[in-house]
Structure formats: C-alpha cells, structure tokens
C-alpha cells in the first residue's frame, strides 16, 4: 500500500559519504523518515529536502529488517514544492510539533521528536574514534541538561571542527535564546543499553525561534534553501 505524502523537514544529517537521514512531520503531526536518501538530496542546491520547504513523497511499508516506528520506503523521486513556508507557518509548526521535553520526545519507542531548549554551549570534541563532533550542551523545558552530537547538516557546514572557536562564540550569543532542537535516536548499537535501550541520542535539527541569532543567512519573511 503506497500513500502520497506532503512532509515538512526538521530533520537533516548526513550518515556517511553516500546516507542521508531526514525526518519530518506530515500534515497530521505524524513523524515520518523516508528512506533511501542520499547524500546529493540533501546538499545538492535546490535538492528536495530543505529546512522550510514542502516535499511531496510516495512512502509504502518500511523494507528495514530493524525498522523504527517512522521509518517508511520512499518508492519514487521527492519532490519539492514551489514555495517554501514563511516564517509565521514556520513557527506555528514548531511549536505545534514540540514536545514539553525529550523524555516525552522519545518515548513509546519513538526515534525523533522535537522539543524547545535553551542552548548552553557549543563545542567539539574528539570521540574515541578519532573523529571530532560538534556538541550542544542544552537544556529542556522541564530543566534537564544533555550534551549531545549535533550531527546536523547546517550546523556542520556553519560550525566545522576546523573553527572550533567560532562556535562558543556563537554559543555566547545564543545565550537565553530559546531554540527548537529536534532529537533523535540511532538503532541500537550493541553496547550498554542505558537509558535510550542501546541507542545513541542525538541532535538531528536545530531551529532558532524567529527573531533570534543564527549562524546562516535568512531573508526576512521567508526560509533559505539551506
């Protein structure tokens, strides 16, 4: 059983090389992860999936041998609308969709929810790997700190590892701000359960409140493609 589907990203990362993750919300409030997505669908310029804008989408049954409540098959090429949301859209979607704090966001076995924060800090740091991540310390509204990967795109690009400093400057400013954070969960990874059932959280899409600083450029009025 196929359905089409008009889905609003908050959600943008980058797997590996050639993996994408995206999860958004459709017009219901259903949060939904279409997959495959690629790497090119996300960066490319003017590409499907981009923070603000509608993408139409042709999802049937997940074909993960693992799958998470959201996950769905994305059977034929997204397709983006002509106009993007403007900022009043914008926010009234955010605040709709947030969570009072991120034990609620993912619970019931969800992977991705969506919840209002206040960030502390910004910073990189080097995971055992030997693989520097951009972090955000933040806190929710029922007053629980985390320190979490922000794997997402926009911030990657805005915030790189080689720059380290821009970003607690930038945390400087952010400070008091309240941000929308959505967060989401890895599948399991084999190692301690802990509190997210062996999952690692992460935060997969950051959204600064409208009038608030943000690293990237945006006309007034109307989201960026970025």
């Known amino acids: 059983?196929?359905?089409?589907?008009r889905l609003i990203p908050l959600?943008?990362?980058?797997?590996?090389a050639r993996e994408a993750c995206v999860a958004g919300v459709d017009a219901a409030g259903r949060w939904l992860r279409p997959e495959p997505v690629t790497v090119g669908a996300v960066i490319r310029p003017g590409?499907?999936?981009?923070?603000?804008?509608?993408?139409?989408?042709e999802l049937g049954p997940t074909r993960a041998r693992d799958p998470?409540?959201?996950?769905?098959?994305?059977?034929?090429?997204?397709?983006?609308?002509?106009?993007?949301?403007?900022?009043?859209?914008?926010a009234e979607l955010l605040g709709r969709t947030s969570d009072p704090d991120v034990t609620t966001a993912?619970?019931?076995?969800?992977?991705?929810?969506?919840?209002?924060?206040?960030?502390?800090?910004?910073?990189?740091?080097?995971?055992?790997?030997?693989?520097?991540?951009?972090?955000?310390?933040?806190?929710?509204?029922?007053?629980?700190?985390?320190?979490?990967?922000?794997?997402?795109?926009?911030?990657v690009r805005a915030f790189p590892a080689t720059d380290a400093g821009r970003a607690?400057?930038?945390?400087?400013?952010?400070?008091?701000?309240?941000?929308?954070?959505?967060?989401g969960l890895t599948k399991p990874t084999g190692r301690d359960p802990g509190r997210f059932g062996g999952c690692h959280p992460l935060v997969v899409g950051v959204h600064p409140e409208p009038g608030a600083p943000v690293p990237w450029q945006r006309p007034a009025g109307a989201m960026t493609k970025g």
């Open 168 to 183: 607690e400057e930038f945390a400087a400013r952010w400070a008091g701000s309240t941000t929308y954070l959505a967060v």
């Open 47 to 57: 590409g499907p999936y981009r923070y603000g804008w509608p993408v139409d989408l």
């Open 1 to 5: 059983m196929t359905a089409s589907t």
């Open 106 to 155: 993912l619970a019931d076995r969800r992977s991705v929810g969506l919840v209002r924060a206040v960030i502390r800090r910004l910073h990189h740091r080097t995971a055992s790997s030997g693989r520097r991540h951009l972090r955000a310390e933040f806190t929710d509204e029922r007053g629980e700190t985390f320190d979490w990967i922000v794997p997402d795109l926009r911030m």
């Open 68 to 90: 998470r409540p959201e996950d769905r098959h994305l059977l034929s090429a997204a397709r983006s609308c002509d106009e993007p949301l403007g900022e009043d859209r914008w």
């Open 11 to 16: 959600a943008i990362t980058c797997a590996d």
